[in-house]
């Protein structure tokens, strides 16, 4: 039995089974939240794969949310009730005596967070079950507790639960038999990440360690070399904290080789480079939205040049106040040279930003002058202030910065502006440069507090990019509109089929063939609206963000990455029913002028009960009087079309497959 067939068993059992299917996610969710079971359970890998089947739609997604929020408050309760009752003799029962540390660990961190810990320690995977258990101990009031374990189970099953939910409608986009083993991928993929997260920091403490050791033997050898004194010079730490400085110098020439690198094959256009960069370009500009394209301007804007050198004169000044010249010398060096370094870069480099905005001229993209330049001087920024007042919560805000610049990035790249290695390259460039300027500044102490670094910081960001809002926002929302070539060609032409820039099938949001293209249809819009509604047939609109977040439709269908012009649906009866998507083709049919329509036009027969549909392609004359409009059928051979329809034909003949052309009478000459 094949994947889509499990699907299939699993998507029946749990139309006929809704309550037990959501009991199941009230179990999940809880195991997840008891002590020591819930260190074990990936809950971002299992959260997602419920995630994953209400987009499919085997789960409502409310309920589903409800359910898990739910399990996470109970399995929270149980570890809370536990700590509460066994008090401190928790420590002499198994299976918590094996494991001492995870306790004193939790406690610590509660005793420094206070009641946030609970809702920090959600996202916190080996603590995650732990901390009810903790707080129950050192006997928080019940009231509290539950106020903040509500809200933290919330915000949990939301964050977990949606992303799952958007790839679950992503797989729609793909022909059923294929989207359980699309689901398998997100899941296997999900799953290596969540294995790979934890070798990681194993590997990061593991190379910490390797290079602390590394550094310090090669500063014991610099040490007796009386003759490679300059060199201790360079390494100069005012903490005494020398091998340190040789250590993030090796993380600076690592860093700086990797650069090189992957700049050499990206210039040299690596196949693998240019695919992926073809692939999410093409999956951000298919899922354009208006809200999503303003938003992402208004972030893109903090990390404007204008914004961050406003920012950086306004912190400048503040260090000359309190007399740091030479923290404030630090910021202006690395301000200047990051900005000479993005433009002599781009002009050298020469690579060209994708070309679907509307009025900006074709530059340069490599790097990313925006996520450098954030990267750079934001990351300073941040090294300043955790070396400061606020060092102890260094982690978090280190782990914010990373978000920001993360959250930067997809911007850039929904805003199709930016091919992706433009943007890895912006990262792994401004890594030795930032390295640079921590390894200087940290040759000489700070001589005055920089107590309100961190507040100056935030209110110039968000003053100077809604100022830069305010006067560029419009023009910025216009000028970023996504644009697609026009074409022309002659009306014999058409009828012939005798262009290859007429589209016979899209592909999907993976830029995989997805569905022929049936029908071609020339006229105006309004008048095909028009013909459509006098034959009975139901205009839709699914484009809307809210009617995909709600389930009530899959991803809208796309053809070169646009959404339908028009969509229409006529109930033949209560297991039929005809639907056509209608595309615009930028294609326009000369002499007259007129837009060229692509679409899909088929039926769809399905049982309600089982949820099983099955859809056929329609190019005979079942949907509207054609009485104003010419029309004829191309024959399209298999050659013409890839392997994935060779279906579509019969054995008998290869030229079985049809499209229909109609052409509005009243614009024939």
């Not at 997260?197 to 590997?203: M, P, R, W």
């Not at 009306?491 to 290859?500: A, D, G, L, P, R």
């Not at 549909?613 to 399209?636: A, E, P, Q």
Request: with cysteine.
């Amino acid at each position: 039995m094949n994947l889509h067939n499990y699907y299939i068993k699993l998507n029946v059992w749990s139309s006929a089974h809704p309550f037990l299917a959501l009991f199941l996610v009230l179990l999940l969710a809880c195991s997840e939240s008891l002590p020591l079971l819930g260190s074990f359970i990936p809950g971002s890998v299992s959260m997602t794969f419920i995630g994953i089947l209400t987009g499919t739609n085997v789960l409502p997604l409310y309920a589903t949310i409800f359910f898990a929020i739910l399990g996470a408050v109970l399995g929270d309760s149980i570890a809370f009730f536990i700590g509460k009752n066994l008090s401190n003799s928790i420590l002499q029962i198994w299976p918590f005596n094996r494991r001492p540390q995870l306790i004193d660990k939790a406690k610590k961190f509660i005793i420094k967070h206070g009641g946030k810990s609970i809702l920090i320690g959600r996202f916190i995977g080996i603590l995650r079950p732990m901390i009810p258990m903790i707080v129950g101990l050192l006997k928080m009031r019940i009231i509290n507790f539950y106020i903040i374990d509500f809200l933290s189970a919330i915000i949990w099953a939301i964050i977990y639960i949606i992303p799952g939910f958007a790839m679950g409608r992503l797989s729609l986009q793909v022909p059923p038999a294929l989207a359980s083993k699309f689901v398998v991928i997100i899941l296997t993929t999900l799953a290596i990440l969540w294995l790979f997260s934890i070798l990681f920091n194993k590997l990061i403490l593991l190379f910490h360690y390797l290079g602390n050791i590394l550094a310090n033997k090669i500063w014991y050898k610099l040490k007796q070399n009386n003759k490679l004194y300059n060199i201790r010079w360079l390494f100069k730490s005012a903490n005494k904290q020398h091998s340190k400085q040789l250590f993030l110098a090796i993380l600076l020439l690592l860093s700086l080789f990797t650069f090189i690198i992957f700049s050499f094959f990206y210039i040299q256009n690596a196949n693998f480079i240019t695919i992926i960069n073809e692939d999410v370009f093409h999956l951000f500009r298919g899922i354009q939205q208006p809200i999503l394209h303003k938003l992402a301007i208004i972030i893109s804007a903090t990390a404007n040049y204008k914004v961050i050198i406003s920012t950086s004169f306004v912190i400048m000044l503040y260090l000359l106040q309190i007399k740091e010249k030479r923290t404030a010398l630090h910021i202006f060096l690395l301000l200047f040279i990051s900005l000479i370094i993005a433009f002599l870069l781009k002009h050298f480099v020469q690579i060209i930003r994708p070309n679907t905005v509307s009025n900006l001229p074709l530059d340069f993209s490599y790097p990313s002058g925006h996520v450098f330049l954030a990267c750079v001087i934001y990351g300073f920024f941040t090294y300043l202030i955790i070396n400061g007042k606020f060092q102890q919560y260094r982690s978090w805000i280190f782990r914010i910065i990373i978000t920001f610049i993360l959250i930067l990035a997809i911007c850039r790249l929904y805003l199709c502006l930016h091919w992706l290695a433009d943007i890895i390259g912006a990262i792994l460039l401004s890594i030795p440069l930032l390295l640079l300027a921590i390894i200087s500044h940290r040759r000489r102490n700070c001589k005055n507090p920089m107590k309100y670094l961190f507040v100056i910081v935030f209110v110039s960001i968000l003053l100077f990019s809604n100022i830069y809002l305010y006067f560029n926002f419009k023009q910025q929302v216009n000028d970023y509109r996504i644009i697609w070539p026009k074409n022309e060609i002659n009306i014999k032409n058409w009828w012939q089929q005798q262009n290859t820039l007429i589209p016979l099938y899209r592909n999907n949001l993976l830029r995989k063939p997805d569905q022929i293209l049936n029908l071609q249809w020339v006229a105006n819009l309004k008048n095909i609206k028009q013909s459509l509604i006098a034959s009975n047939w139901k205009l839709l609109n699914n484009k809307s963000l809210i009617t995909f977040m709600t389930g009530k439709t899959i991803f809208t269908k796309l053809q070169n990455d646009q959404l339908p012009v028009l969509i229409a649906s006529k109930i033949i009866n209560k297991n039929k029913t005809f639907i056509i998507f209608l595309w615009d083709s930028n294609i326009k049919i000369m002499p007259q002028n007129i837009k060229l329509f692509v679409g899909s036009f088929y039926s769809i027969y399905g049982n309600k009960k089982t949820k099983i549909y099955t859809k056929k392609l329609i190019t005979h004359n079942v949907f509207l009087d054609l009485n104003n409009y010419y029309r004829t059928n191309i024959h399209i051979s298999r050659n013409e079309l890839p392997l994935k329809f060779n279906n579509l034909f019969t054995k008998k003949n290869n030229y079985h497959f049809e499209i229909m052309q109609l052409f509005a009478k009243k614009h024939m000459n």
